[in-house]
């Protein structure tokens, strides 16, 4: 009892923080290349009388570059009553898993390219809340006269605020840093702090061959940016693959100034630091505009149930040929004499829908198979899998194990892999819904085997259904590449 007086007692004395990470002068392990370094954070803690190290989280990878400043925030939790080791580890990612999330990475198959250690008040209790740290071999190990370079780390207390800004931006008339066609730009943004370089918070996606370029549009939470008249510095690149982008130019300006762009329907001027001048810098002809420009709150899935939201949980199963006969054991749909056995989709099935069914209130379920030929000899890419025409929905989760089971039976697997028709049925389903009951919202569970062939098709429906109430989930089972399906991200 005593023990949670006192916990309850300090909580005033832990703060939400984030760690920004920066790294110069790595190592190249890469031949042909530049490294692809990614950084991995742990907290060293005390388990009895031995020490582990929990990770508290990994940034982004990118792409050939020594001296990476990468836009993935750590958070973690600063506590003052306790000492709290970090140790930053760096990793030069393979090629062959840049298409994996970090997640998903096995740091065992990377290259290991240095480590840092400190302890997280060091950061907190600095005047600019930032540390460079020299880089050493694995558990602090001597590497003698090799330098393995450094890395920053510049730490923030996290704002509680769900407002946002979302922008679309463009440029026109940049600057032609390419010989034999156009610059493939794209933007960089970073906050200005008081002590330090600028943190970088996001950046745009690259337009290839064009001198006038129209970004997506960008979301910055109020974590990203402070204030509205906190200093921003938006850079323009010439990307390049080689991770060398040639700068084009930059702008100074704050979200209070973009929005003044917005409102005036004007550009802003491009700058480039003089090469004769140190605190001089040259107007370029390249402007900045802001053409949307809106504030928004973000509200996050606990917010959504709290206030009364109720999930609708979807599950399409495919049935294509590729899956292997349902009666071998090598088959993805084997079943097995066992009623403990659960092949991939049943655990698929089992592992998302009992999450989401807590969240249902009626436990009514829409399930279909696609890829499947009807027992009339018709090939239907979304069918109920139930089995009952007049019906799509079954009775919780056990319904849709009892009914992909009795479908297994009376549908012999087909092709090819479309997931188009699922997913207008389900959106069909989630703006009929909206007109009359607001307050719900769909999970779309996808469980495939194979590379899609209606890709087109599939990403021309999740951009006429993103303005639903509605999300997917697509899981993949087997050993199929499966890459092609962060197209649909």
């Given at each position: 009892m005593l023990v949670v007086v006192y916990a309850s007692k300090f909580d005033f004395l832990m703060m939400k923080s984030q760690l920004s990470l920066s790294a110069s002068k790595l190592r190249d392990l890469d031949i042909m290349s530049k490294s692809d370094p990614m950084a991995v954070v742990?907290?060293?803690?005390?388990?009895?009388?031995?020490?582990?190290?929990?990770?508290?989280?990994?940034?982004?990878v990118i792409m050939n570059n020594l001296n990476p400043m990468w836009i993935q925030k750590i958070n973690v939790a600063f506590h003052f009553e306790v000492v709290q080791p970090l140790i930053i580890r760096v990793y030069d990612v393979d090629t062959k898993y840049h298409n994996l999330s970090t997640k998903m990475l096995d740091l065992k198959d990377q290259d290991f390219l240095g480590e840092a250690n400190c302890v997280l008040s060091?950061?907190?209790?600095?005047?600019?809340?930032?540390?460079?740290?020299?880089?050493?071999?694995?558990?602090?190990?001597?590497?003698?006269?090799?330098?393995?370079?450094?890395?920053?780390?510049?730490?923030?207390?996290?704002?509680?605020?769900?407002?946002?800004?979302?922008?679309?931006?463009?440029?026109?008339?940049?600057?032609?840093?390419?010989?034999?066609?156009?610059?493939?730009?794209?933007?960089?943004?970073?906050?200005v702090v008081e002590a330090g370089s600028p943190i970088p918070i996001c950046k745009t996606e690259v337009v290839n061959n064009n001198l006038d370029p129209v970004w997506k549009p960008l979301c910055i939470t109020m974590q990203q940016y402070v204030s509205k008249d906190n200093p921003l510095v938006i850079e323009c690149f010439d990307f390049n693959s080689n991770g060398n982008h040639t700068f084009i130019g930059k702008l100074h300006t704050s979200i209070q100034d973009m929005e003044n762009l917005h409102k005036a329907n004007a550009g802003?001027?491009?700058?480039?630091?003089?090469?004769?001048?140190?605190?001089?810098?040259?107007?370029?002809?390249?402007?900045?505009?802001?053409?949307?420009?809106?504030?928004?709150?973000?509200?996050?899935?606990?917010?959504?149930?709290?206030?009364?939201?109720?999930?609708?949980?979807?599950?399409?199963?495919?049935?294509?040929?590729?899956?292997?006969?349902?009666?071998?054991?090598?088959?993805?749909h084997y079943m097995g004499y066992d009623s403990s056995y659960l092949n991939a989709y049943q655990q698929a099935i089992m592992e998302v829908g009992e999450v989401i069914q807590v969240y249902d209130y009626d436990k009514r379920f829409p399930a279909w198979g696609f890829g499947g030929k009807l027992y009339d000899g018709s090939v239907s890419h979304c069918f109920n899998?139930?089995?009952?025409?007049?019906?799509?929905?079954?009775?919780?989760?056990?319904?849709?194990?009892?009914?992909y089971k009795n479908a297994l039976h009376t549908v012999s697997l087909?092709?090819?892999?479309?997931?188009?028709?699922?997913?207008?049925?389900?959106?069909?389903?989630?703006?009929?819904?909206?007109?009359?009951?607001?307050?719900?919202?769909?999970?779309?569970?996808?469980?495939?085997?194979?590379?899609?062939?209606?890709?087109?098709?599939?990403?021309?429906?999740?951009v006429r259904a993103s303005d639903l109430p509605l999300s997917m989930l697509i899981v993949g089972v087997g050993n199929a590449d499966f890459k092609q399906m962060e197209v649909n991200d």
């Open positions: 742990y907290v060293k803690k005390k388990s009895g009388i031995r020490e582990e190290l929990e990770e508290v989280g990994r940034t982004e060091e950061i907190m209790t600095h005047r600019s809340r930032s540390v460079t740290l020299k880089l050493h071999g694995k558990n602090g190990h001597d590497v003698g006269n090799l330098n393995l370079g450094s890395i920053t780390v510049h730490a923030e207390e996290t704002i509680a605020s769900k407002m946002a800004v979302e922008m679309r931006l463009r440029c026109s008339n940049l600057d032609n840093k390419d010989c034999f066609s156009k610059s493939d730009p794209f933007l960089r943004i970073s906050r802003a001027n491009l700058v480039f630091p003089s090469s004769r001048h140190k605190d001089h810098e040259k107007v370029l002809k390249g402007r900045l505009y802001v053409d949307g420009y809106e504030e928004k709150e973000v509200y996050s899935f606990l917010d959504y149930i709290s206030s009364g939201f109720e999930l609708n949980f979807m599950v399409a199963v495919d049935f294509t040929a590729s899956n292997g006969d349902p009666r071998k054991r090598d088959s993805l899998l139930s089995g009952n025409a007049g019906s799509f929905e079954v009775e919780g989760v056990q319904g849709i194990m009892d009914a087909h092709g090819p892999t479309l997931f188009g028709q699922v997913i207008n049925q389900a959106a069909e389903i989630a703006a009929q819904s909206l007109s009359t009951n607001p307050t719900k919202y769909f999970v779309l569970l996808i469980i495939t085997d194979g590379v899609l062939t209606d890709l087109q098709e599939t990403k021309d429906a999740i």
